[in-house]
């Protein structure tokens, strides 16, 4: 397996490239527009990969993507969820849905809570073991932390359920093995998570079931509550960039 982190330190923002060394066929998750298509193009030619497939965990509402750019260059249509509610056309993604490279196996699970589109990739590599390697969590589980249920919601009702949904998700990302290493899109001061994101950009499953404070509580209310009461405020400009990244409008 080919790895590379890409990431926007200012924002906290990461994105990954993911190739098979055999085929030369690779990913892009969850592209920077603040690096622009050209760095995930020129990344892949350096590792000697070919991206075939552009997947967006889901619609950010605290950076402008990439994703779109850089499918068109490529002459792909953007992986995204079916629940996003895009105004482009993409390739949708359902829960259990596998793309593949070469020996390597990317496995689409849904984990809504911070958006209801929300994906996380569950990756194997079969040159290795048939195990999980890695999941690529989106805005789920970060290190330390989990992601915020209100930016994509309305009413206070509606950011509850969301947080319920995120109680449900974090439990079905803990049934992966303790060494499976976890990649979120965010680290540090992203305003994606709460209080208690952690600046170490990645971690493990078994790190965050030990030492992660929101993972370690059962009670789905207690959750919601620790939840809301640790939240950062708003992204700048938040509603904007959402709109822009749904391909509503180019602002
Ligand atoms: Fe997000």
Not at 78 to 106: Q, W
Not at 133 to 157: C, H, I, N, Q
Not at 232 to 249: E, H, T, W
């Amino acid at each position: 397996m080919i790895w590379l982190t890409l990431n926007d330190p200012a924002r906290g923002c990461n994105s990954y490239l993911l190739g098979d060394e055999v085929t030369g066929t690779a990913l892009a998750v969850d592209p920077l527009g603040a690096l622009g298509p050209e760095a995930y193009v020129l990344a892949a030619q350096d590792l000697g990969l070919a991206i075939q497939h552009v997947v967006e965990t889901h619609v950010h509402a605290d950076h402008e993507s990439a994703a779109r750019e850089l499918a068109d260059a490529l002459g792909v249509a953007v992986s995204v969820s079916h629940r996003a509610p895009v105004a482009f056309a993409r390739r949708p993604l359902h829960d259990g849905e596998v793309i593949t490279l070469g020996a390597i196996r990317v496995e689409v699970w849904e984990t809504p809570g911070h958006t209801d589109d929300s994906l996380s990739l569950v990756v194997r590599d079969g040159h290795r073991g048939s195990d999980p390697w890695l999941v690529m969590t989106g805005d789920s589980l970060f290190v330390g932390d989990v992601g915020r249920p209100d930016l994509a919601e309305a009413s206070p009702e509606a950011v509850r359920e969301a947080a319920r949904r995120q109680f449900e998700t974090i439990r079905r990302l803990m049934t992966l093995p303790d060494f499976t290493e976890v990649y979120p899109a965010h680290y540090g001061s992203s305003p994606c998570g709460g209080l208690f994101m952690s600046r170490k950009p990645q971690s493990t499953i078994g790190y965050e079931r030990r030492f992660n404070r929101f993972v370690r509580i059962d009670d789905v209310d207690t959750f919601v509550d620790h939840v809301l009461s640790s939240l950062k405020p708003p992204p700048v400009d938040a509603p904007r960039i959402r709109i822009r990244n749904l391909g509503q409008a180019v602002l």
